[in-house]
Every structure is written in structure tokens, then in C-alpha cells.
């Protein structure tokens, strides 16, 4: 009983909130309801308007050049992401918009991937836009195609497929490694129109020498919203705004705070 009582007096007690974790807390919250304002407030929703992009705005023109020229379009998501990176995840957005445009216009679509999962899922994303523009008989699944995991391999492989089938339009839109000036460089001699956008400054570099129109960091993200017109996701794209006028108000307030502080030591190099 004893010794119960003293395993009892000397167990540390957890605290149920730790403190130090509280703008943390306050900050999502903040977030939290910003996000549904702008999504369920209705005003705010049609007073939003997504500014221009050039890289976009070119699409239908690059879907259009390879519907004249009779050739077909290429698009890959590059080596170097997965299923559940968000690069990945927003090239397969603009994938559905151009996989329908090419339904209509019954241009060949070719989708080279390292990865079965995305290959996978790219499948059902172009089987699904097809049928939403009403010529599901157009889709042919051999299109969307595994090459291999090898980064070098597959840039072999798409780098083969460009020269071959001398695409009109290249989209190099996901996660790019080191072969993102590989593909880019032979799609410039090929003579194709090429659209690229990744999330890795070392790479925009490269797509922005040798491509026609490059989408720069979060470019890509807004592109699904810029081309469907999807409310709810212009509704995510003005949260983040929101959210980072915040940010840089509370940036510039602490280092206002920290300059004028007659406790802070800013004189001291």
C-alpha cells in the first residue's frame, strides 16, 4: 500500500496544453477560417479573379498547333516525384484539362512516367476527361505508358520518345531533377512547343532557357484553378494570398518591434 502510494506522490504530472505551442494554435485557426470564408462567402468568391499567366494562356494554343500539324502532344510529370507530392498532384490537375482538350480535338496525348502509381492514376485522370468531353472511344491506355525508375534511364526513354514522334507541344510540368535540361534541350532542337513548371529553382533555370513559357513555384499550383475555373480551388488560391499579406504584416511588425525596442541590444553587431 505504501509503496503504491509513493509510485502515486512521485509520477510527474503531464500537462494537458503546453503553452509554448500556442501561436501555433492560434495561427491555424486563423487559417482555418480563412479558408472557409473564402470558399462559402459568396461575394468574396466572385470578386476574386486570378491574374494572367502566359504559360497558361498557351496551352490551348500548344493543343491547337499539334491538332493542325497532326502530330501529338507529350506531357510528363518528371523524375523526381511521387503520387503524393503536391507537384504531382497539380500536374495531374492540368493534365485533366489538357487530356480533354486533346479529346475534342482528337490529338494523340502521350504521358511517360518512372512511376506505376502515377502512371496508374494518369490513366484514370485521362479516361475520366474523356468521357467528360464525350469521346471516351478516343482514349487509348497504351499512351499513358511506364518507361522505367532509373532517372537517367527514363530521361533515355523520353529523350527517344521526343526525337521519334516529333511532338508539336511539350508539357514539362511536376518534379524535375537532373534531367529537366536533358528533355528541355531536345524538345528546343525537336522544334515543340514546350510548357514547363516545377517547384525546384535549380531546375527553373534550365526550363526557362530552353522552354517557351515556364511556370514559376506556385504558378503551377494556381494552374488548375486558372484553367478549370474551379471555384473552390480559386477559393484556396485567395486564402493563401490572404494568408501571406499576414505573414508579411507580422514580419514587417517584429522587425519594427525588434529596431524600436529600447530593451532589444539591435545597436550591438
Known amino acids: 500500500m505504501a509503496l503504491s502510494l509513493a509510485c502515486c506522490i512521485f509520477i510527474p504530472a503531464v500537462a494537458w496544453f503546453e503553452i509554448s505551442k500556442l501561436p501555433v494554435l492560434i495561427f491555424a485557426v486563423i487559417s482555418i477560417i480563412i479558408v472557409l470564408y473564402t470558399t462559402f462567402h459568396k461575394k468574396s468568391r466572385e470578386k476574386f479573379k486570378v491574374r494572367e499567366i502566359a504559360g497558361l494562356k498557351a496551352v490551348e494554343n500548344a493543343i491547337g498547333r499539334a491538332t493542325e500539324m497532326a502530330l501529338p502532344i507529350l506531357y510528363t510529370p518528371g523524375w523526381g516525384g511521387d503520387i503524393q507530392r503536391p507537384t504531382t498532384i497539380a500536374s495531374l490537375n492540368i493534365l485533366s484539362h489538357v487530356a480533354e482538350k486533346t479529346a475534342q ?120 484553378g486558372y484553367l478549370s475555373g474551379d471555384k473552390s480551388i480559386l477559393a484556396s488560391i485567395r486564402a493563401q494570398d490572404i494568408l501571406k499579406i499576414i505573414i508579411i504584416i507580422l514580419i514587417i511588425a517584429a522587425v519594427i518591434w525588434v529596431s524600436f525596442d529600447p530593451a532589444a541590444d539591435w545597436w550591438v553587431f
Open 105 to 224: 480535338y482528337n490529338c494523340d496525348l502521350i504521358f511517360p512516367t518512372h512511376d506505376p502509381v502515377i502512371m496508374s492514376v494518369a490513366q484514370e485522370v485521362v479516361r475520366e476527361s474523356y468521357a467528360r468531353a464525350g469521346f471516351v472511344d478516343r482514349f487509348k491506355e497504351d499512351d499513358i505508358r511506364y518507361v522505367t525508375s532509373s532517372q537517367f534511364g527514363y530521361a533515355a526513354a523520353v529523350e527517344g520518345l521526343i526525337t521519334r514522334l516529333k511532338p508539336a507541344s511539350i508539357f514539362l510540368l511536376g518534379t524535375f531533377e537532373a534531367e529537366s535540361l536533358i528533355l528541355a534541350e531536345t524538345g528546343n532542337i525537336a522544334g515543340s512547343i514546350q510548357i514547363a513548371g516545377t517547384d525546384s529553382t535549380i531546375q527553373l533555370s534550365f526550363f526557362i532557357v530552353a522552354c517557351d513559357y515556364t511556370l514559376i513555384g506556385e504558378e503551377l499550383f494556381a494552374a488548375s
